[in-house]
Nanobody, 124 residues
Framework: QVQLVESGGGLVQAGGSLRLSCAAS????????MGWFRQAPGKEREFVAA????????NYADSVKGRFTISRDNARKTAYLQMNSLKPEDTAVYYC?????????????????WGQGTQVTVSS
């Protein structure tokens, strides 16, 4: 099993920045990729970004390209999501995810482990 704990969410004004962190523990050697999904009230869960654990391959949703950057620190077993130029439509609960196979996939069913989520609110 792998446990994921997110941190770094909060309230920010439009145009501002936040950095989310996701610390992994447990059988982390089994991780193929980590990433982030988000879910806004009344909407379906949406892919945000993913990164492979070894090769640094990344994948981004079109809605965040050029504004968000995903990275990882293997030694710290932590993934990060740097979010710049935030917009009110970025408001959502952000979930950290990890998988054992499938790489930087963009579908929820491709991920085996999910964190509890952290709230990001962007005010206009």
């Amino acid at each position: 099993q792998v446990q994921l704990v997110e941190s770094g969410g909060g309230l920010v004004q439009a145009g501002g920045s936040l950095r989310l962190s996701c610390a992994a523990s447990g059988r982390t050697f089994s991780i193929s990729a980590m990433g982030w999904f988000r879910q806004a009230p009344g909407k379906e869960r949406e892919f945000v970004a993913a990164i492979s654990w070894t090769g640094g391959i990344t994948n981004y949703a079109d809605s965040v390209k050029g504004r968000f950057t995903i990275s990882r620190d293997n030694a710290r077993k932590t993934a990060y999501l740097q979010m710049n130029s935030l917009k009110p439509e970025d408001t959502a609960v952000y979930y950290c995810v990890a998988n054992r196979y499938g790489g930087v996939a963009d579908q929820p069913y491709e991920y085996d482990y999910w964190g509890q989520g952290t709230q990001v609110t962007v005010s206009s």
